[in-house]
């Protein structure tokens, strides 16, 4: 039987003091989405006031007002949100109503409401319960609705480029392959299917768990091997495992126990970590997916049941401490961090590179029109070793956007178009780097957020003008939020002139 090297963690609740109190979330039920989301400046959490969405600093602890400042416009409640993977500053929220809308947030946090979202993203005519983003093309999301459509969208250009339209009932989970060439969707109608979302046809499906109960499903990107979460027929909960090159049958069944209670599943791509909670327990399992299947490893336990969970990005955490992650746990009326550590005598004097190996970075590999034109890539990594000495983590060279090789039970139809020679968009700064012809060009990135990594006190004035350039973008960001809040007051006050003219009017009349 194997053993899991996590098996000796712990699970650090904060203490009540760092907890954020009087937090009124969204009431909406939806099983298919784990309700909150962060990155490494913030935490967004659905709010009970219909359209509206709560935007928390890290370090903002104690008693919330009673009304907080949000992001609101959507005409239903918010039951999916996620960051922006490239773009810490904006939040995608998806609504009850169908819609999804993007929204720029300040790098100081909400001080007041912000009512005009960057984009609107309106297709679904029923709810909208899943948004997830490619790995790593900049700006293109995939969403699900409860009217069995999934759409892909080109994010900066507001528009559905592809819909996919052949589910015979909604979905409940849907999750992205390592290079985004393919996603596997889990549905009420029992089924796992791998579609390929820029041919919009289904590559592959099989039958996953026997109950029509709330399934949910994850790509476990580096094993390439998906894992789906659901309920016998006997309403006992289990995990299994799929290889995709072999998709007739689970080559590994975990059973879990009998509960109602709907999962709240998290994976840590870097250590093979299943992180899995459940809505309306206090509990969160860890489990390490290993060659044979997944193996228990520890439990976290806290005072309140929960109803969303979500983990911080690497590069936040304390690798002198040997923490391997941090989570945020929402309960019905708080909101706090859970610190997850390793023992290790020598972490305080020597990097753990076992615990903390590359992590997927929050900087692009290709733009969005790359890959609707066919293009894959893998996600870019950070290096992590510098942050033991207090330096930044040191972004990795990526590798050129190219055509998909998939497995023999995968296979997918051929790209549209090769992948363009032009513009691709990496990381925040959003800048446009020329991709030359020749193959010894390729293999040589340049990115002087890369120089900026590789040796942090080597070029002084380089540093100089990218923290410039990164101000610049932030005021820019700035200014476009404040000309959006703007035009809506303007759209009000024009709105309630013509009401007083039309009230004028009747008073003549009279």
């Not at 592959?204 to 499903?217: F, P």
């Not at 700064?429 to 012809?437: A, D, G, H, L, Y």
């Amino acid at each position: 039987m194997s053993v899991s090297r996590f098996r000796h963690s712990t699970g650090h609740v904060a203490k009540p003091q760092r907890h954020l109190l009087n937090v009124t979330s969204s009431t909406a039920l939806w099983d298919g989405s784990n309700t909150i989301s962060c990155n490494d400046k913030f935490v967004a959490v659905p709010w009970q006031t219909f359209g509206g969405t709560a935007v928390f600093k890290h370090d903002t602890f104690g008693r919330l007002a009673p009304n907080p400042p949000l992001v609101l416009g959507q005409k239903g409640q918010i039951i999916d949100v996620k960051f922006d993977p490239f773009n810490d500053q904006k939040l995608f929220t998806a609504s009850e109503d169908g819609s999804i809308f993007g929204w720029g947030i300040p790098a100081e946090g909400l001080q007041s409401n912000i009512l005009s979202p960057l984009v609107e993203l309106k297709g679904h005519n029923k709810k909208c319960g899943i948004i997830s983003f490619h790995p790593s093309a900049n700006g293109v999301l995939a969403s699900a609705g409860v009217d069995r459509v999934i759409k892909v969208w080109d994010v900066e250009r507001g528009t559905a480029v592809n819909t996919i339209s052949s589910l015979s009932d909604y979905a409940t989970g849907l999750e992205w392959n390592l290079r985004g060439s393919l996603f596997c969707v889990a549905s009420r109608d029992k089924t796992l299917r791998v579609i390929d979302p820029r041919d919009c046809t289904v590559v592959s499906s099989v039958e996953s768990h026997a109950s029509a109960r709330s399934q949910r499903c994850i790509w476990c990107k580096r094993k390439d091997t998906i894992m789906t979460l659901g309920c016998s027929k006997s309403q006992q909960r289990q995990i299994k495992l799929w290889d995709t090159r072999k998709m007739e049958s689970p080559y590994s069944v975990t059973e879990l126990d009998q509960s109602s209670a709907a999962f709240i599943p998290m994976y840590d791509e870097d250590l093979n970590l299943l992180i899995l909670g459940s809505k309306g327990e206090n509990n969160v399992k860890c489990f390490e997916l290993m060659n044979e299947g997944l193996t228990f490893s520890y439990e976290v336990n806290s005072n309140d049941p929960m109803k969303g969970l979500c983990m911080m990005p690497k590069w936040s955490l304390d690798v002198k401490k040997c923490e391997f992650g941090r989570l945020y746990q929402l309960t019905y009326h708080s909101l706090f961090t859970i610190e997850m550590l390793l023992p290790r005598k020598q972490s305080c004097t020597e990097f753990q590179g076992d615990v903390f190996p590359s992590t997927f970075a929050d900087h692009s590999a290709m733009s969005a029109d790359e890959f609707f034109r066919g293009a894959n890539a893998d996600p870019r990594e950070y290096d992590l070793s510098g942050m033991f000495d207090g330096h930044s983590p040191r972004l990795m060279g990526g590798s050129t956007p190219s055509p998909e090789k998939l497995p023999v039970a995968v296979q997918a139809a051929k790209p549209l178009m090769e992948a363009p020679k032009g513009e691709t968009t990496t990381g925040r700064e959003k800048s446009s780097v020329s991709v030359p012809e020749s193959s010894e060009a390729t293999s040589a990135p340049s990115d002087d957020k890369t120089e900026k990594h590789a040796d942090p006190c080597a070029d002084m004035t380089q540093r100089d003008i990218l923290d410039k350039q990164r101000r610049l973008q932030e005021l820019s960001e700035k200014v476009r939020t404040c000309h959006h809040e703007i035009s809506a007051l303007r759209k009000a006050l024009h709105e309630k002139e013509a009401e007083m003219l039309q009230v004028l009017e009747d008073i003549q009349s009279i």
